[in-house]
């Protein structure tokens, strides 16, 4: 009967602006009844599939074809999607979500998608993001992307939209996969197995799975677009500090004295032989082998892109079961359990150390230790100096590991029955989620012990440098001393074992909810059934995210943070109405209604009530006009309300840099920084933001935070988010032209009370570049070298967000000929629109057309099958992009372009192409063979800099190169 109701479908699908694919679902039609069924975005069973809501469907053989493994991956390539959340190019990226994958419907952010599976809530962290990689893609049937706001059917969450997982139900017999891909150069290998098998009848049946996928790593040195930061183009620029050190005479308050007229200096050791030989050996303590600061001698620099991951590596493996038995009365019991684990490692460079990483527990190199340049060993007694220092431990990485669990397990009682000849259904649920898992980190350093090791030391009889004085030595079983200037060729494992330190964080989301839903048909109408659907939820939401008690104190490099713990519960009560109105009249081929509205009420924010209006109106027979109204909202997260926050050294411009800040080329924004706006202490003359290493900035990007700020820390007085989704468009489907239709569709989401987590860049630019004195008020510079040494970031609802776009889908599925089928799909995503505003009095800041918010971005296939062979030739468009300049002249073809992101200067990026290609073969023996090459020309990613990848300035989420696959499919 399914096989019935799906034969039917595929011109539904068409007429829906549906993706064509699905046709691998598409059976022989019978002469069965037709079964009513639920489509995403509604609870009423119907017939007819049509929809007021753009709905676009994945088939599994489209995800094979992708040539990608996961469903994080496959999603983010829609062309709806926008730039992913927590990208694995993120290696900076520090909190529990790192690992993971998210995918950002209509760039609105990850948390505003509501990701269902088999119709029910599917996990999620504390902070409200759904990692979709845990849920495996051999297990899945389809999925279905509904680009509206569902609130009132769903509730919280669903404000950019709802992607809908659905697992296969059930099969006969099972089914090996075995895939392996990875990119031209050999890095980046993506693994891929799995197993399913079922076996039952009408009565009952089981169905169960496992698989086990891996992503393999990718560096950064193996690419030269990819070796230094900032490109070929700019291949010395943002080198940092390196492991020779840096050194400053401290001020009588502890900051660094930097004035020569005040006997300061700012001096770098030479660097030991690296690159080109060149320089002065690290073993010489001699003070005048420290020169001062010069940005053009590179060799005694760092290059931390080459320790870290650009790509980083992940695991997971999964179990899946499934069954359903039949009972009396037309009932049925179905249950779904899955358990994955997914391992994530993610590397970045050695700690870029100095005295002042954490400001409450300082660390200076002390006049009496041994290897003071400048101390006592060298000057004499009593004419040493303490030593402000800075020095990257290059040495020890930091390290990563994130194991991540999660286990999902429901229960579901339905039934049929029909009530004055009408059919009804019900169901009641209960709904298991839970995230939990480990994050371990090594490579940072403990300030305790490096304070020792940096203290007093001498050389002792048997000519060993030891911690203490020759009268009060400290034994080394208590104290190793670290030669922390003599770089890595001095660095003891003893030393480096005695100062570094790990740190782990347990972390947990749980969410139990119990459903119950009933729908069916209350009478009939001259123009159908007038359907109505009717249901109640309890849900109960807590979790945690707690550090170490060692990270907790602070006294670590490992940022610290505070522990986050939080609970609240939902009850909620729905009812939807589909209305039939007009069928089978003149003008009036079909008219209907659709009303539907949920009440919420949460135990730490009171009571929402959200609603939505929809239609359908054919004309005629081959046009479908429709659209939609609703509103939407979403709760605070735990996160939100709870957040313990931490620290972290973020990347930002400070925009009173007189070279590549908004001051350079604004004489409001220049006046602001030098004359101490808003209380906030004004910048020196000709002021330039600091490297960690002590040289000025070399472009726009800006740099690391000299110390570490505020963020992230929760606010209980944030208040739920409401939107307004308006929707609606049009399907033309002719009837002279079988298997042709096309779809337009306009949306607009309008968001209030935005909750976001802002970043620094943000706060600064809104206090100097914007004049907006409420984030003066957070920041804090030195009153010396005018750099900022205090900024706090946390949670805030910051206004409005809004988008508005086009969505156009052309299908046509050819005429058979003798040279096998053919088959067009198209799928395209204009975004007119995508701007913020912090408050109703503030002025609009739009995105639109800047790098992560393409214009227009399209996926476009052909599809061929003859026989048992099968081909898809695929090619995915990004719009022009305008970026950030690299300075005022340089790399800034838009030096008039006005940023509402970073200001004055834009870059325009040209367009990319990418060209995909995979040919199928069915073997005699039950088999399907898949071979597929993605990017088959080679295109080079575009250089950005305003880039989320941590390592390098390219897009790493799109392709870097040819990525080569094979896939083999054997069902017995």
Known sequence: MMETILSRSIRVICLGGMTLGMTAAIAQETSAPLQRVEVTGSRIRQVDLETAQPIQVMSQEQ??????????????????????????????????????????????????????????????????????????????????????GASSIYGSDAIAGVVNIILKKNMEGGQISLYTGANEKGDGQNKDFSLTYGAGNDKA????????????????????????????????????????????????????????????FNRVLNHTGSWNGQGVGANSRDPNNYHAYSSTNYDDFYNSTQDMHLLSPSKLDTLFVKGEIALPKDMRLKTTAMYSQRDSVRQIAGYPLQSTSQAKYPVYIDKDNYYNPYGNQVAGAGNGQDLFFARRTIEIPRLTENENRTLHVDATLEGEFSFRDLAWNWDIGYNHNKVSGTARDTGNINLLTLKRALGPSFMNASGRVQCGTPTSPIPFADCVPFDILGGPSASTPEALAYI????????????????????????????????VAVGIEHREVKGSDVPDQFSQSGYSTNLSGQPTHGRYTVREAYAELNIPVLKNQPFAEMLSFNLATRHSDYSNFGVTNNSKASFMYKPVKDVLVRGTWAEGFRAPTLNDVSGG?????????????????????????????????????????????????????????????????????????????????????????????????????????????????????YVANQCFINGNTNYCSVIQRDPVTGQINQLSRGNANLGEMETEGLDLAINYRLPRTAYGQFGLRSETSYVDKFRTRSGSDQEWN????????????????????????????????????????????VECNMPDYVSDDWGTGGNKLGSVTFHDLSVGYKTAWNGRILVGMNNVFDKKPRIVYNTQASASSVDADMSLDRFIYVRYNQSF
Not at 672 to 691: D, I, S
Request: hydrophobic fraction near 35%; include cysteine; charged fraction near 15%.
């Open 63 to 148: 995800i094979q074809k992708t040539g990608l493994v996961t469903v994080g991956d496959i999603l983010n390539n829609l062309s709806s999607a926008g730039a992913p959340g927590f990208s694995r190019s993120g290696s900076l990226t520090s909190n529990t979500e790192a690992g993971g994958q998210y995918v950002s419907l209509r760039n609105l952010g990850a948390n505003r998608l509501l990701v269902l599976v088999d119709g029910k809530r599917w996990t999620q962290t504390v902070a409200g993001y759904t990692d979709l990689s845990t849920i495996p893609s051999a297990m899945i049937e389809r999925m279905e992307i509904l680009k509206d």
């Open 205 to 264: 049946s089981l169905m169960f799975g496992l698989s086990h996928t891996t992503q393999g790593v990718v560096w950064p040195s193996s690419r030269e677009i990819t070796e230094t930061s900032y490109g070929p183009a700019h291949r010395t620029a943002g080198l940092g500090g390196g492991p020779w050190g840096r050194i400053t005479p401290l001020t009588a308050t502890g900051g660094q004295n930097t004035n020569p007229a005040n006997g300061g």
């Open 500 to 531: 570094n330190t790990s740190g782990a964080k347990t972390y947990g989301s749980t969410i139990n909810s119990a459903t119950a839903n009933l729908a069916g048909e209350l009478f009939q109408l001259p123009a159908g059934a007038l359907g």
């Open 645 to 761: 926050g931490s620290q972290s050294f973020d990347t930002f411009l400070d925009p009173c840099d007189t070279v590549f800040g908004e001051a350079s080329r604004n004489s409001a924004v220049a006046a602001r920084c030098t004359g101490g706006f808003a209380g906030v202490r004004g910048t020196p003359a000709n002021y330039r933001q600091q490297l960690q290493s002590g040289g000025p900035i070399a472009g726009s990007t800006g740099t690391q935070s000299l110390v570490a700020f505020q963020s992230g820390a929760g606010n209980a007085f944030v208040q739920p988010e409401t939107a307004i989704t308006k929707t609606a468009g049009f399907v033309y489907s002719p009837s002279y032209l079988p298997g042709f239709s096309v779809g337009l569709d306009w949306y607009n989401i309008e968001i209030k009370n935005r909750i976001t987590a802002i970043s620094a860049s």
């Open 846 to 889: 739009n995105y639109a057309g800047e790098y992560f918010y393409n214009r227009v971005k399209s996926n476009n296939s052909v599809d061929w099958n003859m026989g048992n062979w099968s081909a898809t030739w695929g090619f995915r468009y990004y719009s022009p992009v305008k970026d950030q300049c690299w300075s005022s002249t």
